[in-house]
């Protein structure tokens, strides 16, 4: 893993979102994108090499509100930059880590994304991830 590529925040509403991290970080928000198959609107903010994403759901059924559900707004996920993404998925594997998708799929960002599943790594739901060239 190369680095620290981005933390995820679930938020319950972007537009209130939003300014409160722009005045925190003291940085503007640089990309808002969709990413309809996830049903998550997507805000970023670059912080030094790391970025911060802040996920809104926008449909009852994503991953997003059902986590927003549970456990209200907070740290969603991190992320780590992989330089071969499907070589890695098949490195964890092999160390005996539990991946939530067998292929990478579109993420935000131009990323390709594969998650790790929770129990395996102590409660904190991870992404791996690489730019799409």
């Known amino acids: 893993m190369l680095k620290v590529e981005h933390i995820g925040i679930a ?8 300014p409160l991290f722009e005045k925190l970080l003291d940085t503007p928000c640089y990309k808002q994108e969709a990413v309809e198959s996830e ?23 994503s991953a997003i509100a059902k986590f927003l559900e549970k456990k209200g ?17 098949k490195r964890l594997q092999q160390e005996g880590f539990v991946l939530l998708q067998e292929t990478p799929k579109k993420g935000a960002d131009n990323k390709q994304v594969c998650f790790l599943h929770p129990k395996n790594t102590n409660g904190v739901l991870i992404e791996i991830c690489q730019e799409v060239k």
Do not use: N
């Not at 938020?11 to 939003?18: A, E, G, P």
């Not at 998550?40 to 059924?61: C, M, N, R, S």
């Not at 992320?79 to 070589?87: P, Q, R």
């Open 11 to 18: 938020v319950k509403s972007l537009s209130v979102s939003i």
């Open 73 to 89: 707004e907070g740290m969603h996920h991190i992320a780590f930059e992989v330089a071969d993404i499907y070589a890695e998925m």
């Open 39 to 61: 049903q998550v609107q997507t805000a970023f903010f670059q912080q030094g090499e790391t970025k911060i994403e802040l996920l809104e759901a926008t449909g009852p059924d």
